[in-house]
């Protein structure tokens, strides 16, 4: 069995004091504001959001192993800590997390499994959060399957698209964090469109905010928001 992740997605916006800074002050704060959140995690990762969305600039993915109990709590005080030293600059607008387990559905590693842990990352990165409705959970194990059969199916026709599935059942309001990486969007938007359209997408109670952000190394970040 694979070791227990926790990964987490918190997303940013640059406030008015930040803006107000001069260009080579913006470099320092956000340098150095980097250079603490990179420990947070076993992997730290930097995405640019807007103007994918107009609400938020950037988003940093922590992820490590989480086999302690300890592990969450020391990694929430832990950023609270780091990221408490900037909020003049830095405004939180969402959080999503949650835990990897073994899939009930689909036993077993799958060659599109995406890895937090892995030395390369694709340009794009897609998140959202979302909640199946009590009907879903009411249904056989068996009529449950058939179901995720059909999704699983049409994943793999997609073999190009990786996916990180969370689980944050009475953590967060949502149950789960669907993450996927992919170098094609409309190729995405294809297979989300082609999802929706199987049995399971009526037990979908809601799948939003989506956040679809895209990877920039350190100095990429720096040179795009400093």
Do not use: C
């Not at 600059?89 to 999503?96: D, G, V």
């Not at 009529?143 to 997609?158: L, P, S």
């Not at 037990?203 to 905010?209: C, E």
């Amino acid at each position: 069995m694979a070791e227990r992740q926790l990964n987490h997605y918190g997303v940013f916006a640059f406030t008015e004091k930040y803006w107000d800074t001069a260009p080579e002050g913006r470099q320092d704060i956000l340098k150095t504001f980097l250079e603490q959140a990179s420990g947070l995690g076993e992997r730290v990762y930097t995405y640019t959001i807007f103007p994918a969305r107009a609400e938020a600039d950037f988003m940093l993915w922590s992820a490590l192993i989480a086999e302690r109990n300890e592990v969450a709590s020391e990694f929430f005080l832990r950023y609270a800590e780091v990221t408490a030293r900037w909020r003049a600059f830095l405004k939180p607008i969402h959080t999503l997390w949650g835990f990897t387990r073994p899939s009930v559905y689909a036993p077993g590693k799958s060659e599109q499994e995406l890895s937090p842990f892995d030395n390369t990352r694709k340009p794009y990165l897609i998140a959202y959060p979302f909640a199946k409705t009590s009907e879903w959970y009411l249904m056989s194990k068996d009529a449950r399957q058939g179901m995720m059969n059909e999704h699983i199916k049409v994943g793999r026709q997609y073999p190009e698209i990786t996916q990180l599935l969370l689980y944050s059942t009475g953590l967060q309001d949502h149950e789960f964090v669907v993450v996927y990486e992919t170098d094609n969007l409309p190729q995405f938007s294809d297979l989300v469109m082609v999802l929706r359209s199987t049995e399971a997408r009526r037990y979908t109670l809601r799948d939003t905010p989506i956040y679809t952000a895209f990877y920039q190394p350190t100095e990429e970040f720096l040179r795009t928001w400093g």
